[in-house]
């Protein structure tokens, strides 16, 4: 039988519903303790009868943010007061009272009942108040969160990240830590976080997801068809072509050795022809370079068709291990500014800005007497861009709009260079060098040099930028300052 709350507090709601439930006939119903003699006491002096169990559904307030003609007035109304009030009562006394916050927890609390004429066990109630505290701070964070945003307070005295669990991953960095995958909700743009991971394959890892990210962030940059290869955080390939085969082809070529055991990423969907490139890489390109082998950890796509999906599958037996991540159509309009990227300190964590700056061309600055060609331009770029998401100090080079040497995360930028010239070889000759943060001295520009680097891009701003130009000069090298960093630790 259904009572109105009026009927149970003996007080009409008021105020446009903002007050219902906010009455000591729900609370103290909620919050007596059964076995206290002055709470039975009180419950019979204010003939309240006890509640056994509570349900609710809050406000969408986060539902209803996320429209983008909500209101700030809509906002306000869709803070739910009552509701989170009787779900914080009756899990504060959840010795006597069961509180239900999902659906999702519905027939499980149903079955319980029916098992035990009406009873829920303590344990079951005790972790459905743990359940439900956790539900009302995080609906509480999303409140604090869109006033922060709509006042533009960047770093609030306090911030509350709302995570919701995804799922258990098998071990985290290393076998001897435990891990799990946390997604934060409603984020508008393509992300690994928002992916899918079809059906097959081995369950995904702690550093399948490191690196799979790591890999989409970066594909993600390029307008054009664009593949990236991916080892331990750092890009080993990376090409643009306006053939997505071909583009596959040169970033796997960038380094067939790192590739094994790699992370793919495609920013164009993946048909029975691409996949057949992919599975059969090195009998296709990488056996002739020197290849040991080859299979891939993970595939990242917007899209993988159904006879893609059978091809990887079926045609190599590492077919049947690889896992599949579908974003969906990437919508570079749509990238979320307002996220954090966190890094863990121990006892702390840093928040800032996600470094979303790419290639800007009104920024860029020519010092040197010699400027480079259209074709050199688009290398550079690509040379930038790439450099951004390898650790520092990170050296890159490009040779037609394809990664062809890499430098990471070397204590010295000189040793990166050196690292990314070794690797390309004969490659290196015409060139296009990028690098994460100024050159402070000219050695990195002799070393090019030696190597016929043929146009270097970096941010400038070292107090010997004028040495540096003049040995880029001496050497016919073109040189572009972009004006920004790009540090990566």
Known sequence: ???????????????????KTLHPRIHGALL???????????????????????????????????????TFAQAIENIDIGGPSMVRSAAKNHRYVTVV??????????????????????????????????????????????????????????????LQKSCDLRYGENPHQSAAFYELPRVPETCLGKAHVLPGGTAISFNNLMDANAAFELVKEFAAPAVVVVKHLNPC?????????????KAYLGDVVSAFGGI???????????????MESYGRF?????????????????????????????????????RLVETGPIKPAAVDATQYDVR?????????????????PESLTFPTKKRPSDAQMEDLRIAWITAKHVKSN??????????????????????????????????????????????????????????????????????????VIRAADEYGIAMVFTGKRHFRH
């Open 286 to 322: 990488g056996k002739a370079r020197g290849a040991g082998g080859f299979f891939a950890e993970v595939i990242v796509a917007p899209h993988f068709e159904p006879d893609a999906i059978e091809t990887i599958r079926t045609l190599k037996t590492w077919g049947q291990r690889v």
């Open 1 to 19: 039988e259904v009572v109105s709350v009026d009927a149970v507090t003996g007080f009409p709601e008021m105020m446009d519903g903002r007050v």
């Open 101 to 162: 916050t999902d659906p999702a927890q519905y027939d499980c609390v149903i079955a319980e009942m029916r098992a035990n004429d009406g009873a829920v066990n303590p344990d079951l109630r005790e972790d459905l108040a743990r359940v439900a505290f956790g539900m009302t701070a995080a609906y509480d964070a999303a409140i604090a969160a869109y006033l922060n945003q709509r006042t533009d307070v960047r770093f609030p005295e306090r911030v509350s990240l709302v």
């Open 394 to 467: 990170t050296i890159t080079l490009v040779r037609d709009r394809a990664l062809v040497g890499v430098g990471a995360g070397q204590m010295n930028r000189v040793e990166s260079g050196l690292i990314a010239m070794k690797h390309a070889g004969e490659l290196a000759h015409g060139a296009a060098m990028g690098s994460d943060a100024f050159f402070p001295f000219p050695d990195n520009v002799e070393n090019a040099a030696q190597h016929g680097i043929a146009c270097i891009v970096q941010p400038g701003g070292s107090k010997k930028d004028d040495e």
């Open 344 to 360: 863990c300190v121990v006892g702390g964590m840093l928040l800032q800005d996600r470094d979303l700056i790419g290639w800007e």
């Open 32 to 70: 007596a303790l059964r076995d206290a003699p002055e709470h039975v006491r009180a419950l019979k002096e204010h003939d309240i009868e006890p509640i056994d169990l509570v349900c609710v559904n809050l406000y969408p307030f986060e539902k209803t943010v996320a429209r983008p003609d909500c």
């Open 237 to 249: 390939g990376c090409a643009v072509d306006e053939d997505i085969h071909v583009a596959y082809e």
């Open 264 to 278: 793919i990423a495609l920013n164009r969907p993946v048909d029975k022809d691409l996949a057949t490139v992919i």
